[in-house]
């Protein structure tokens, strides 16, 4: 069958209609290949990572709320996600992955893990990265390259790169603790996006880190009020 759930695959403090990704089947994201169900142009639904947790679509047309993902009146209070950040769907395996920058009960940073139709698979996913004493000081902004997962963690200035299956950390693309980065992107050959609301007053840009891991240049400088999302 081509039918398709109506389920947004990227979420932001802001919102986002990702044009070069799918929207996810209905069935649990692990066990269903990307593609399978859906063929098709991308989700025409806007998704706002709230705050407290929840996770609601909207019309991309009046702004309207359409329903709630995670969280939301209509269903159970949403204990996982301490302070919701971004939301991001694995183009390999369509589950969701969502930022929480203050988890309910230890108040670190970690990304839980949900299927498509908001079900939740595991709290706390990745908690960590090199080790037990490196964790994720204000995880916020997630992108996909090459099947791996990439994650802005503002308190410390990095982008870290963890296989997006099984959660391990591998390296890191970015190390500066004299930036703040809040949102990252990547263009078709491997360059990065980056959002920089450094706390130092010298943020408030956009900077580019190319691929062949030359030296960062400023894309834009100023004038942004302490960007957020990309």
């Known amino acids: 069958t081509s039918w398709c759930a109506g389920v947004p695959i990227a979420a932001g403090k802001g919102f986002s209609i990702p044009a070069h990704q799918l929207v996810g089947p209905p069935a649990r994201c692990e066990t269903v290949p990307v593609n399978v169900r859906c063929q098709?142009?991308?989700?025409?639904?806007?998704?706002?990572?709230?705050?407290?947790?929840?996770?609601s679509a909207?019309?991309?047309?009046?702004?309207?709320?359409?329903?709630f993902l995670?969280?939301?009146?209509?269903?159970?209070?949403?204990?996982?996600?301490?302070?919701?950040?971004?939301?991001?769907q694995d183009p390999a395996t369509?589950?969701?992955?969502?930022?929480?920058?203050?988890?309910?009960?230890?108040?670190?940073?970690?990304?839980?893990?949900?299927?498509?139709d908001g079900t939740l698979l595991q709290a706390n996913f990745i908690t960590r990265a090199s080790g037990p004493g490196d964790p994720l000081l204000t995880p916020r902004g997630m992108a996909f390259f090459d099947g791996d997962l990439y994650v802005a963690t503002e308190g410390d200035g990095r982008v870290l790169r963890f296989d997006a299956v099984s959660g391990a950390f591998i390296d890191e693309r970015v190390n500066d603790p004299t930036i703040a980065p809040r949102d990252i992107e990547f263009l078709p050959n491997?360059?990065?996006?980056?959002?920089?609301?450094?706390?130092?007053?010298?943020?408030?840009?956009?900077?580019?880190?190319p691929a062949d891991g030359?030296?960062?240049?400023?894309?834009?400088?100023?004038?942004?009020?302490?960007?957020?999302?990309l």
């Open 40 to 55: 098709g142009g991308p989700n025409n639904q806007l998704l706002v990572t709230n705050g407290n947790g929840d996770i």
């Open 58 to 67: 909207h019309s991309p047309d009046d702004g309207s709320l359409l329903r």
């Open 70 to 88: 995670i969280g939301g009146n209509s269903q159970p209070p949403n204990f996982t996600v301490g302070r919701g950040e971004q939301t991001v």
């Open 94 to 116: 369509n589950c969701l992955l969502v930022t929480d920058s203050r988890e309910p009960t230890t108040r670190e940073g970690v990304i839980h893990l949900y299927d498509t």
């Open 190 to 209: 491997g360059d990065l996006l980056l959002t920089d609301a450094a706390p130092s007053g010298t943020g408030d840009r956009v900077l580019l880190y």
């Open 214 to 229: 030359t030296a960062p240049r400023v894309i834009v400088n100023g004038g942004l009020g302490s960007p957020y999302q």
